[in-house]
């Protein structure tokens, strides 16, 4: 059984930084790819950031470019996202995903097989 377990979040003030984790166990991680998604209320869940485990390639939505970033320790089976310069905009519950497979973006929540329960992001202004 998998399971994904963030931590992190908190409440922070406009162009303040956090960092999530995201703590995997229950099988090797090696050749999975692992995604970031945030829902803000009343709104979908929409994709963030993702990794590849084993090629360390990544991908993230235009929104984040350049304040955020995805990395993964292969040996603590932890990816991380270190969002910098937040904005209020930032506000959400952070999920961490995986699915195990070959590198593509997978930007649909959809795609993913395992989700943590969440984590919470507040950017005051």
């Known amino acids: 059984q998998v399971q994904l377990v963030e931590s992190g979040g908190g409440l922070v003030q406009a162009g303040g930084s956090l960092r999530l984790s995201c703590a995997a166990s229950?099988?090797?991680?090696?050749?999975?790819?692992m995604g970031w998604f945030r829902q803000a209320p009343g709104k979908e869940r929409v994709f963030v950031s993702s990794i590849s485990l084993n090629s360390g390639r990544t991908y993230y939505t235009d929104s984040v470019k350049g304040r955020f970033t995805i990395s993964s320790d292969n040996a603590k089976n932890t990816v991380y996202l270190q969002m910098n310069r937040l904005k209020p905009e930032d506000t959400a519950v952070y999920y961490c995903a995986g699915k195990e497979g070959t590198w593509y973006v997978r930007r649909n929540p959809h795609e993913y097989d395992y989700w943590g329960q969440g984590t919470q992001v507040t950017v005051s202004s």
């Open positions: 229950g099988r090797t991680f090696s050749s999975y790819v």
